[in-house]
């Protein structure tokens, strides 16, 4: 049993090679950053990105990923994207900005998250001002109630004490966190400056139970109801659409805190979008971030809060708020669907790291709530109808590829990738780029065109189609084939294709063209044909 501090699992570093990988995937290089679409964004939060990251001296990326989380933040409750009737994602991002200490994530964060602070300090105004007024109402009311006491009447109701309303947290307990949504029930955005620290607490002991914590930031995720039953002053509190959008800063060093090997099995890490840019040299720059660009950016996020939620047509409750279902055109969600099917074939493809499988799965929603996002962000700009149209999904896609490509990078940072995966991934390479998507030819030949391809190939033909065997027996979409087309030993023969997982036809069928071909020369001889399937068709 390892040691505990703080709630963290200590352990001995030949344990912790042991579980996250041998020393060979520990080394691995880190795959290069991706570059972030900026052209996939709203014009104001891409302009700030640009001119921003010119002043703060750091990546784009920082400002990009924090305005689009702030974006998702102020639509809030009010709107969700209808997939299907049975299949609505809301309007949550969880996002970590990841680079080494001074590199501008703070700034960046800071930057991006203007708009909310200035309307926080707005209705803290507006607090201020109101509970000044409810002192003078109550010390009034205490004075009637004296005096209908003393005529034996009953008094006024006493003045309603008015609320904190709020649009984001820090540093929050859980049940700080419920009440606060209950009374800020549009959403809120929760900043962390370190993120890290926050998803290492939900392990500690808390009075109500080990990772109750963690339950409520799930539920949080996917927009389900959240009900507290604590004895406190305010008694039961139920959330029914729980809404809050999460953005925070993690160090390199630290990111073992969101993706602890072997303890996601919940899938919460999964859940976070993860930016680990290429740092950027830091330098003294006279480029200022002109008052015009921040007054568009902040048009915008006041433009989304605006969007007023709907009216629940069984209770009627005008306390609770509604999303209103935003449908996506004919266009969009043919195009939706060809990512989705795109996103569940690239999990299944041969050298897919399967510690990605998490992610990948919530990647698929992910993209429909990108997409809301930027057809609100179109709403709020140009008044458009409120539907998800083509341009708004082809650009949540080109997001949704930066944040798979930089899942790669990160967790191939932590944990190294595998030599064999690697392989398999350069063997599809290769396949893609021949005919047919299948290659035939001599062992020999075989093996000399993948040790070209990949570095990672044993250093023996017999030792590489033991591999292949491997690979295609992991993976549908792989067919590999190897044996003779004769008696004679010169005649052995490696085939590879690369199929559709649901392609029936067999794979003989497929390739007799190539067979016969190769074979013309042995014809007389009438060979017999010996060959060792290792993987067939379904």
């Given at each position: 049993m390892p040691d505990r501090i703080d709630g963290i699992d200590i352990i001995p570093v030949e344990e912790y090679f042991s579980k996250n990988g041998n020393k060979a995937e520990k080394e691995a290089s880190l795959p290069k950053a991706p570059r972030f679409p900026l052209e996939a964004l709203p014009k104001p939060i891409a302009e700030l990105s640009r001119v921003g990251a010119e002043s703060i001296s750091c990546p784009e990326d920082y400002l990009a990923v924090a305005g689009l989380v702030v974006a998702a933040s102020a639509i809030g409750v009010s709107r969700v994207a209808r997939v299907k009737s049975s299949w609505l994602e809301p309007s949550i991002i969880f996002a970590a900005l990841i680079g080494p200490s001074g590199d501008g994530k703070s700034p960046a964060e800071q930057e991006a998250t203007l708009p909310i602070v200035r309307k926080q300090k707005s209705l803290f105004?507006?607090?201020?001002?109101?509970?000044?007024?409810?002192?003078?109402?109550?010390?009034?009311?205490?004075?009637?109630?004296?005096?209908?006491?003393?005529?034996?009447?009953?008094?006024?109701?006493?003045?309603?004490?008015?609320?904190?309303?709020?649009?984001?947290?820090?540093?929050?307990?859980?049940?700080?966190?419920?009440?606060?949504?209950?009374?800020?029930?549009?959403?809120?955005?929760?900043?962390?400056?370190?993120?890290?620290?926050?998803?290492?607490?939900?392990?500690?002991?808390?009075?109500?139970?080990?990772?109750?914590?963690?339950?409520?930031?799930?539920?949080?995720?996917?927009?389900?109801?959240?009900?507290s039953d604590r004895k406190s002053d305010e008694g039961t509190l139920y959330v029914p659409n729980p809404r809050v959008s999460l953005v925070g800063n993690v160090q390199p060093k630290m990111i073992h805190r969101l993706l602890p090997y072997g303890e996601d099995h919940d899938g919460f890490a999964a859940r976070i979008l993860l930016s680990y840019p290429e740092p950027v040299r830091v330098e003294w720059s006279d480029t200022e971030i002109s008052c015009e660009f921040r007054r568009k950016y902040q048009k915008l996020i006041e433009g989304l809060y605006k969007l007023e939620a709907?009216?629940?047509?069984?209770?009627?409750?005008?306390?609770?708020?509604?999303?209103?279902?935003?449908?996506?055109?004919?266009?969009?969600?043919?195009?939706?669907?060809?990512?989705?099917?795109?996103?569940?074939?690239?999990?299944?493809?041969?050298?897919?790291?399967?510690?990605?499988?998490?992610?990948?799965?919530?990647?698929?929603?992910?993209?429909?709530?990108?997409?809301?996002?930027?057809?609100?962000?179109?709403?709020?700009?140009?008044?458009?109808?409120?539907?998800?149209?083509?341009?708004?999904?082809?650009?949540?896609?080109?997001?949704?590829?930066?944040?798979?490509?930089?899942?790669?990078?990160?967790?191939?940072?932590?944990?190294?990738?595998?030599?064999?995966?690697?392989?398999?991934?350069?063997?599809?390479?290769?396949?893609?780029?021949?005919?047919?998507?299948?290659?035939?030819?001599s062992p020999s030949d075989g093996f000399t065109k993948i040790r070209e391809a990949s570095e990672d190939a044993p250093a023996s033909a017999p030792e590489l189609c033991k591999k292949l065997e491997k690979i295609a027996a992991d993976h549908p979409v792989l067919r590999?084939?190897?044996?003779?087309?004769?008696?004679?030993?010169?005649?052995?023969?490696?085939?590879?294709?690369?199929?559709?997982?649901?392609?029936?036809?067999?794979?003989?069928?497929?390739?007799?063209?190539?067979?016969?071909?190769?074979?013309?020369?042995?014809?007389?001889?009438?060979?017999?044909?010996?060959?060792?399937k290792v993987r067939t068709a379904r």
């Amino acid at each position: 049993m390892p040691d505990r501090i703080d709630g963290i699992d200590i352990i001995p570093v030949e344990e912790y090679f042991s579980k996250n990988g041998n020393k060979a995937e520990k080394e691995a290089s880190l795959p290069k950053a991706p570059r972030f679409p900026l052209e996939a964004l709203p014009k104001p939060i891409a302009e700030l990105s640009r001119v921003g990251a010119e002043s703060i001296s750091c990546p784009e990326d920082y400002l990009a990923v924090a305005g689009l989380v702030v974006a998702a933040s102020a639509i809030g409750v009010s709107r969700v994207a209808r997939v299907k009737s049975s299949w609505l994602e809301p309007s949550i991002i969880f996002a970590a900005l990841i680079g080494p200490s001074g590199d501008g994530k703070s700034p960046a964060e800071q930057e991006a998250t203007l708009p909310i602070v200035r309307k926080q300090k707005s209705l803290f105004a507006k607090y201020k001002l109101a509970m000044k007024k409810y002192e003078e109402s109550l010390r009034e009311h205490k004075v009637r109630e004296k005096k209908a006491n003393k005529e034996e009447r009953v008094a006024d109701a006493p003045p309603d004490k008015p609320s904190f309303e709020s649009v984001f947290v820090q540093d929050v307990t859980p049940e700080a966190l419920v009440s606060a949504l209950s009374k800020n029930p549009r959403g809120l955005l929760r900043i962390e400056d370190e993120l890290g620290g926050m998803v290492a607490s939900f392990d500690q002991y808390k009075s109500g139970g080990k990772g109750r914590e963690r339950d409520m930031w799930l539920s949080i995720w996917t927009g389900h109801q959240i009900k507290s039953d604590r004895k406190s002053d305010e008694g039961t509190l139920y959330v029914p659409n729980p809404r809050v959008s999460l953005v925070g800063n993690v160090q390199p060093k630290m990111i073992h805190r969101l993706l602890p090997y072997g303890e996601d099995h919940d899938g919460f890490a999964a859940r976070i979008l993860l930016s680990y840019p290429e740092p950027v040299r830091v330098e003294w720059s006279d480029t200022e971030i002109s008052c015009e660009f921040r007054r568009k950016y902040q048009k915008l996020i006041e433009g989304l809060y605006k969007l007023e939620a709907g009216l629940n047509e069984e209770t009627h409750d005008e306390d609770v708020s509604e999303p209103v279902e935003i449908s996506f055109t004919a266009e969009a969600k043919g195009r939706f669907s060809e990512y989705f099917n795109e996103t569940t074939a690239e999990a299944r493809a041969p050298g897919f790291d399967d510690r990605l499988s998490y992610p990948w799965a919530k990647f698929r929603g992910y993209c429909a709530r990108v997409a809301l996002v930027l057809s609100m962000c179109r709403v709020a700009l140009e008044d458009a109808e409120e539907k998800i149209i083509l341009d708004d999904v082809e650009n949540a896609i080109k997001i949704m590829n930066y944040f798979k490509a930089m899942a790669r990078r990160t967790y191939a940072g932590l944990y190294g990738q595998r030599p064999d995966d690697r392989l398999a991934a350069a063997v599809v390479e290769l396949l893609e780029d021949l005919p047919g998507r299948r290659w035939y030819g001599s062992p020999s030949d075989g093996f000399t065109k993948i040790r070209e391809a990949s570095e990672d190939a044993p250093a023996s033909a017999p030792e590489l189609c033991k591999k292949l065997e491997k690979i295609a027996a992991d993976h549908p979409v792989l067919r590999f084939e190897h044996g003779r087309e004769s008696s004679r030993e010169r005649n052995r023969y490696w085939l590879l294709e690369l199929v559709d997982d649901e392609d029936p036809a067999p794979l003989e069928t497929k390739i007799q063209t190539q067979k016969t071909a190769s074979a013309a020369s042995a014809a007389s001889e009438n060979p017999t044909k010996t060959v060792k399937k290792v993987r067939t068709a379904r």
